[in-house]
């Protein structure tokens, strides 16, 4: 059982920039994937960024060069850097293990960008 713990959301100016952060507790030796993803209202949830342990790294189309993952592993946290935000990024996001046996998602924060 691995519970998650989003924090960093809020509301920036187009071209402004958030940290989000997740902090894993529990059994987090069963995670192989950290993610992020996001969703508005209305619409399917999207996979923003993904770190796996083996070292590879994905982006959604969307985000690829403003939006940095990572983690540390030392405290159980991942990290989702977002840069040069515009409008279109605004959304409620959320971090997500996966592993063996895992599937957990955290509570989701938002993330509003005006322009």
């Known amino acids: 059982q691995v519970q998650l713990v989003e924090s960093g959301g809020g509301s920036v100016q187009a071209g402004e920039s958030l940290r989000l952060s997740c902090a894993a507790s529990g059994s987090t030796a069963n995670i192989w994937a950290m993610d992020w993803y996001r969703q508005d209202s209305g619409k399917q949830r999207e996979l923003v960024a993904r770190?796996?342990?083996?070292?590879?790294?994905e982006y959604a189309d969307a985000v690829r060069g403003r939006f940095t993952i990572s983690r540390n592993p030392a405290r159980n946290r991942w990290y989702l850097q977002m840069n040069s935000l515009k409008p279109e990024d605004t959304s409620v996001y959320f971090c997500h293990a996966a592993g063996r046996s895992l599937d957990t998602w955290g509570q989701g924060t938002q993330v509003t960008v005006s322009a």
């Open positions: 770190f796996r342990i083996d070292g590879q790294i």
